[in-house]
């Protein structure tokens, strides 16, 4: 069962980013909509009574939070009474928004909670105060659970003479406590559910368990499953304390590791979450090392992996949609969309304290609309690439175009007298160009190679992913060393088909400047007459030597370029 009481510590969370101005609008316009109550003599002053406030944080009904979440109306209360700081049972919009403040800071739980406690402009929480929280929020009443004593001396320490408890906490101490508690009373409750001290519970106790503390995170569906996915997941002889501890820790971070699994599916190319790649992204990420320990980090799988398939047999990982399917509290099963982010969900009700209200001047946006533009954003996204591409390597090609001409007519350099050459060396044949050409001469065949510099990476890199994408694993998105080898080997022969004519167009005008001086060239010949010249036979003449030096090439680039990202930078190998 949910907690009852007064103070659900793990109610609230961070209220989404927006512009100081817009929430400043919002606010108003929600604060003007429900306020109700009119000081006698000042029409323009409104406040907010107790359901007027409780309206505006939940505008689709206070009920459907408290059927969905278990909780009670007492703890809603508590923030009435946070933001009523006069105690005159009204708030106004100075109280409002600063309670809405409070609500946008990191640790807004624990601030509430102790404000809830400790009297107004004190600052301190006194044992008395301590004691009152645990009667407020005594999770099984009649089980009797108290506090190790010499914990509580560790934080309050006692009167020399009386042995009883004594001191004041501030909020900071107070935060530190409140984790310790409620590991205490996970301690507690799985005792109570273990008499005999086995140290294994049955998964239905265990389930049991796991609702006090789950039960705003996780849905209906998936609550009520939870013995049959546990027993999926472990035997039930292994339902013990650490494994208790483990869902937990995983539960209270749900949100962290959300943003942690988001950024492990974005660098595999399938969106594979993998625990290699998961660690991985640990690894990297500050002081995220540690969030996790492996028995967390091996529940998570297990109970993703299950929860989507059904077994874990075979099955080296899993979706995003598949841990946000399992920790979305209002998801109600296969076919069902998921309604929230486990980073904000139903239960983390602070969310929906700035509802969306009409603000004159500001109109939501179309569905529609923003559908429209998702879909045209991505189709265009490849052409914006290649454009990208084309550009760079239309650039690249133009500046070192004289090195690729100079090379070349050294390859292919006649003499008139045997025994001579006609260039002695690239910086003799660099100056003899320029001399008997001019400086246009240095690029001279350079259409051809703008032609087909774009579609040739384009073609090469399109082909590469093409069949590591038909190869590759469709669960996991590995894909075998021979697979790769093939994706290059693929890539390189389709790139000799496409750029072999460009080469020989390219290379007949190169050394056309040198042969115009032979009586047998009588005029100079375009690349459209070049073409005709040799025609289909011709233009692919020597591709057999091309398709030997780039299939090789490209069998052993390709892998290897995918190997040294995967393995030694650790990035997405696509």
């Known amino acids: 069962m949910a907690a009852t009481g007064a103070l659900p510590t793990e109610l609230y969370h961070h209220s989404p980013h927006v512009s100081s101005s817009q929430r400043h609008k919002t606010l108003r316009a929600v604060f003007d909509k429900y306020a109700s109550v009119t000081k006698e003599g000042d029409a323009s002053s409104r406040y907010m009574k107790r359901e007027d406030f409780l309206a505006a944080l939940f505008p689709h009904g206070l009920d459907q939070v408290l059927q969905e979440t278990g909780l009670t109306t007492d703890h809603f209360n508590v923030l009435f009474q946070v933001a009523d700081t006069t105690q005159r049972g009204l708030v106004s919009w100075t109280e409002f928004s600063t309670f809405q403040e409070l609500l946008t800071r990191p640790f807004a739980e624990y601030e509430i909670a102790f404000r809830s406690l400790v009297p107004q402009g004190r600052g301190l929480m006194s044992v008395d105060h301590f004691q009152a929280l645990l009667k407020a929020t005594a999770t099984q009443p009649g089980t009797g659970f108290q506090p190790n004593p010499d914990w509580l001396r560790l934080y309050f320490g006692t009167d020399s003479k009386t042995g009883a408890l004594q001191g004041d906490v501030d909020y900071t101490t107070f935060s530190e406590m409140i984790q ?12 109570t559910s273990d008499p005999k001290g086995t140290g294994a519970v049955s998964p239905e106790s265990f389930a049991e368990l796991v609702r006090t503390f789950a039960d705003i995170h996780l849905s209906s569906y998936v609550l009520d499953r939870l013995p049959a996915l546990l027993s999926q997941v472990r035997p039930a002889s292994e339902f013990t304390y650490p494994l208790l501890r483990a869902m937990y820790q995983l539960v209270r971070r749900s949100d962290w590791v959300d943003s942690l699994l988001a950024q492990t599916a974005h660098e595999h190319p399938k969106g594979l979450i993998t625990p290699e790649g998961f660690n991985h992204t640990m690894a990297k990420c500050h002081n995220s090392a540690s969030l996790l320990t492996p028995l967390e980090t091996q529940v998570l799988f297990q109970l993703a992996t299950v929860f989507n398939t059904g077994t874990q047999e075979t099955v080296r990982g899993f979706q995003l949609v598949d841990f946000r399917r399992l920790f979305d509290p209002s998801w109600q099963g296969p076919g069902t969309p998921i309604t929230l982010p486990p980073a904000a969900t139903t239960a983390d009700v602070v969310r929906d304290l700035t509802p969306a209200v009409e603000v004159e001047g500001t109109q939501p946006e179309s569905k529609m609309g923003t559908q429209w533009y998702t879909w045209l954003v991505r189709a265009l996204e490849p052409v914006y690439i290649f454009s990208l591409g084309a550009i760079a390597g239309a650039i690249g090609a133009t500046v070192v175009y004289p090195i690729d001409l100079v090379k070349t007519r050294m390859q292919n350099q006649r003499s008139a007298v045997v025994g001579e050459v006609l260039y002695k060396n690239s910086i003799d044949c660099f100056r003899k160009v320029i001399k008997n050409e001019g400086p246009i001469g240095l690029y001279r065949g350079l259409a051809p190679q703008l032609v087909g510099v774009a579609p040739e990476k384009a073609i090469k890199l399109t082909m590469n992913d093409l069949v590591r994408r038909l190869t590759q694993d469709p669960r996991t998105g590995d894909i075998a060393l021979w697979a790769e080898i093939l994706a290059g080997c693929t890539a390189g022969g389709s790139q000799v088909i496409f750029t072999n004519p460009l080469e020989i167009v390219k290379i007949r005008l190169q050394v056309q400047g040198e042969l115009l001086k032979s009586v047998d060239v009588v005029s100079r010949q375009s690349a459209i007459s070049i073409v ?24 052993i680039y390709f892998p290897v370029y995918a190997h040294l990202k995967k393995d030694v930078f650790g990035e997405a190998p696509g």
């Open 180 to 191: 310790e508690l409620q590991l205490q009373r996970l301690q507690h409750g799985f005792r």
């Open 532 to 555: 005709r010249q040799l025609g289909l036979v011709g233009l692919y003449k020597g591709a057999g030597a091309c398709l030997l030096r780039d299939i090789p090439f490209s069998a």
